[in-house]
Structure formats: structure tokens, C-alpha cells
């Protein structure tokens, strides 16, 4: 397993608690920043991570918030050498493409249960391209109704400083989401008191 972990102590009042942060990346399409992008045949995405968040308190309460991310679910790629001169080329036609998305929204219903896409890609040249084809994807996808398509051009509006504007303008979109999706809590000998039943799938271009 390829991931990273992360954990520091956090003060809530008087209460003292462990913060973890777990950052899991698929084995299933392995590969470097700008070599491997998009998907394959089995949808499986470039740059899939799923990352939690736990909590640990000194009660031995845990909870627990868990979302993924990965590449736009279709056949493209990005040549070039040197960063800022890599070309965005779609590789694939949409008939061709589809099975593909399709297999890999299943895939994620199956693991994490109900799913909302969060499109963080901007307007410029090949990033409107690819972000268009894949609102045009999940426009004509069996999953439309099931899954929530939110596009949400970060660059934008939050770059130079200005990521204020996520708690300004996404997350009322978001939010009737978070809450129907809730998160894991343990009471410690008590069990589990509330599981997650969703995820947010997120991709920026990366």
C-alpha cells in the first residue's frame, strides 16, 4: 500500500484528542503526475486517493469522515516535458469512453455507498474541454439521478489566498450532502453510534 499518515494532538476545551490523517492511493492505475491521467478500460482512475480523517478522544470516542479522489473518469492525457507546457488530449471518443465511466461510478457505489461528484476544474483551453465532456458524461449516465454532479471552478475562484470562497460559495451546495451522508462515531465499549453512508468524489485537473 502506497499512502501517507499523519497524526498531531489537538486541545477541544479542557478535552485532549488525536487528529489522524490517512491518505490511501489505488494500486489499480499506478503511475506518475502527467504520464498517467484519466482511466482505464475497468474505470479505474490516476492519482485515486482515499483519504480520512479520524478523531480520538480521551473518552475513547472515535469518529471518523472519509471522501476519495482521482482523475476525471475518461480517456485523455497530457504530453510534454517541461510543467506548464503539458497539452491536454483527449485520447478517446465519448462512446468509446462511457463504458468506462459508467464501471468506475458503479465501482465507487459499491464501496462507499452514495456519491456526489465535486468538479474542481477551471475554464481555460483543456481544462474546459475535459470538464465539459465529463458533465456530458454524467448528463447521459445511468448513475445522473443517483449521483449529484457539482462543478466548481477552484482556480477562480480561490486562488491567491482566497480560500474563504469554498465556505462562501460551495459549501451551501454541498451541504444538505455532508448532512444526509454523516460520518462513523464510536461511543468506545458502546460501538459504533453512527456510520458514513456517502462519499464526495473530487478531481481538480491533477
Known sequence: ????VGINTVYVGHQQAKA???????CERAGTRFNVRGTNDYGHVANFVETEQ???LDNNHVASYLLVRGSIPLFWEQTGVQVGTHKLRVSRGNEISHPAFERHLATLQYLYGKQVIINLVGNKEGEFTIGSMYKAHHKSSRFRDDIPYIAFDYHHYC?????ENLALM???RIRKHFDEFEFYYSLGNDGPKMYQSGTFRINCID
Do not use: A, N, Q
Not at 1 to 4: A, I, K, V
Not at 20 to 26: M, V
Not at 159 to 163: D, F, N
Open 170 to 172: 460551495l459549501k451551501d
Open 20 to 26: 489522524c490523517l490517512i491518505s490511501r492511493l489505488s
Open 54 to 56: 479520524v478523531i480520538f
Open 159 to 163: 486562488s491567491r489566498g482566497r480560500e
Open 1 to 4: 500500500m502506497c499512502g501517507s
